[in-house]
């Protein structure tokens, strides 16, 4: 059922590859190589909706900010009382054992899976009746105030943010599991986006996949041929969800520090570029997201390193670039250039046939 | 013979505007039933209240005995009650064949959503194409098709859902007429080989007359007259409306 053809091969090789021997080749890079696998995580995620669904969301930053908090919460929670931890603000030291941080890590990655999918779950059923634009600016409002709430949750230390255990230390050194704490999540990270993607392949293949498309082409015939959508459109929410909550889980650790709009609710930054990702390219394909999160962080780490200042003009240039040049993105492109790399036969006799039907037979 | 569905006394109001008064219709099992009317009269409208697009105000619709009006699209759908559109709606993006392999009637719980196509879905797939006229386009995007195409192709996924019963809005409409014969020819065979019976809006009176054994005829939003196709021809309420002396 599921065949590699070349082509997806030698560039999954090759991000395996790059996987496999960045932080060898390129160990100041290692916190740029972690983000690129989770920007593929979010650009890929957000292609179930906006992509193959046609339901352009803003609101899946919340299920990130929300497995970010969950994931933190739980690793301070399983050795510590939260709420000091959080109003401490860094003058009291709290100190993980190993034991403690191994524990209360994988616990939290966990549940920073399951409740943003059960969240997914339940909010899906009162918006995704919405359509178009009106579902973009719900999730839109969703987004902004899941950012505010989270402000005035004092537990979670409000406006102020908290921070993340750091990584345990055994007489004054770094605990080496897996290579210290910049490789660890690195490995997390690029495992996620490894998963992420067999995932998504394999659900696109199955008729689940075929169905979002139909949901996103013409969802009233869908319903008219029987297919209750709604159901679809929620559990495809709660995949989103799923992955964007580990993937939150895993940014906040490697941030070390969590605040409500800048970092977690991050709709302004990371909530676009999620969408700005998948739509670079190619909306609605398996490999748009992974190719467009690839060129968007070189882009990005480009300009923010020696065009500082210069930045928000560049992204704003290349959203203009996008839309001028690559409406459909470059997967989209390559579509309609190369539609045979795609297994599309166009067949010109086909297209100019007549349609006859005879009424003898 | 036994009653597919019953339409009893519904209403169905848009705010001032009476679309749909009263009507009360009976389509028997296995028959081919037309549905005729000026434009506005409220036979869309008929169909959407039919298949639970939209709420009734009042009156009851039974299919195969079972209420419909409380009843959701994909619900009565999934039944064996299945429409086409007036205007087409396919899947653009994808190939005809997709198009027509994802119409089979799966039940969508959760073992089998995430289930692959299955590969024997390409012969059916292909046969019903070919009976319509398309196996030619099957592997052509479907949005690239002419609106008359369309049509067929859309007559040819709700034959692959495999309904009890196929309400067909305008099947001709948009369609070439030297093809119109064939569709004809098509439809009687679907309800002769397949015994699906058929309930069809149409305003070319050649092929009402030709296909339906009953007519009814709507007039602002009532249900004006019925009878065979003779019947209808000569009722001089049906030509009035039709001329606009109602």
């Known amino acids: 059922m599921m065949s590699f053809d070349k082509k997806e091969t030698s560039a999954l090789t090759f991000l395996v590859l790059l996987g496999l021997l960045a932080p060898t080749l390129f160990p100041s890079y290692r916190i740029q190589f972690s983000e690129l696998w989770l920007f593929m995580v979010y650009a890929s995620t957000w292609n179930i909706q906006g992509g193959k669904m046609g339901y352009n969301t803003f609101g899946n930053i919340m299920f990130f900010g929300l497995g970010m908090y969950i994931c933190a919460s739980t690793q301070i929670a399983y050795s510590f009382p939260l709420a000091e931890w959080t109003e401490a603000g860094g003058v009291k030291t709290f100190v993980h054992t190993v034991e403690q941080y191994f524990i209360g890590l994988p616990l939290g990655l966990v549940l920073a899976a399951i409740i943003p999918t059960i969240v997914a779950a339940f909010l899906g059923y009162f918006i995704l009746g919405l359509r178009g634009h009106y579902f973009a600016i719900c999730t839109l409002g969703i987004g902004i105030a899941s950012g505010e709430l989270a402000t005035s949750m004092t537990i979670w230390g409000g406006g102020q943010g908290m921070t993340v255990p750091i990584w345990p230390k055994v007489d004054g050194q770094d605990v080496e599991f897996l290579g210290g704490s910049v490789n660890f999540f690195y490995t997390l990270s690029f495992i996620l986006f490894l998963c992420t993607y067999f995932f998504l392949r394999w659900l696109f293949s199955t008729r689940f996949g075929l169905i979002l498309t139909a949901i996103r082409d013409n969802e009233d015939k869908a319903e008219a041929m029987g297919v209750p959508t709604m159901r679809y459109k929620v559990s495809g929410w709660m995949v989103s969800a799923f992955f964007m909550g580990i993937a939150g889980a895993i940014f906040g650790n490697i941030n070390g520090y969590i605040e409500p709009t800048e970092v977690a609710f991050a709709g302004a930054t990371v909530g676009i570029y999620m969408v700005l990702m998948a739509i670079l390219g190619g909306k609605g394909t398996l490999w748009g997201p992974i190719l467009g999160a690839f060129i968007f962080q070189l882009f990005k780490e480009f300009f923010w390193t020696y065009f500082l200042g210069w930045q928000r003009v560049a992204l704003g240039l290349l959203i203009v670039l996008i839309v001028v040049f690559f409406p459909e993105g470059i997967m989209g492109w390559l579509r309609r250039e190369k539609p045979e790399w795609f297994g599309e036969i166009v067949d010109k006799k086909a297209r100019l046939a007549q349609v006859t039907i005879k009424t003898n037979d | ?246």
């Open chain 2, 1 to 246: 013979m036994t009653k597919i569905l019953e339409v009893k006394s519904v209403f169905k109001y848009f705010g001032g505007v009476k679309a749909n008064e009263d009507i009360s219709l009976n389509i028997e099992q296995g028959s081919i039933v037309g549905l005729i009317g000026p434009n506005g009269s409220g036979k869309t409208t008929l169909f959407n209240s039919i298949v639970g697009t939209h709420p009734i105000d009042k009156g009851s619709i039974l299919f195969e005995g079972q209420e419909l009006s409380t009843k959701l699209v994909h619900e009565i759908a999934k039944m064996g009650l299945l429409r086409t559109f007036q205007q087409t709606k396919i899947y653009g993006q994808m190939s005809c064949m997709m198009n027509m392999k994802i119409s089979k009637k799966v039940e969508d719980n959760f073992s089998r959503m995430f289930d692959q196509i299955p590969k024997e879905l390409d012969d059916q797939a292909e046969q019903i194409l070919a009976f319509v006229g398309l196996y030619e386009k099957r592997n052509l995007r479907a949005g690239e098709l002419s609106f008359g195409q369309q049509k067929l192709l859309e007559l040819a996924m709700a034959l692959m859902n495999e309904p009890k019963m196929l309400m067909l809005d305008e099947p001709t409409a948009g369609i070439n007429p030297t093809l119109i014969n064939g569709i004809i020819d098509r439809l009687i065979k679907i309800n002769d080989k397949y015994k699906i019976t058929l309930f069809v809006i149409e305003h070319n009176m050649r092929v009402v007359m030709n296909l339906a054994q009953r007519i009814f005829c709507m007039a602002h939003g009532r249900l004006l007259a019925e009878g065979s196709p003779n019947e209808i021809k000569n009722d001089k309420r049906v030509i009035d409306a039709y001329l606009g002396a109602h």
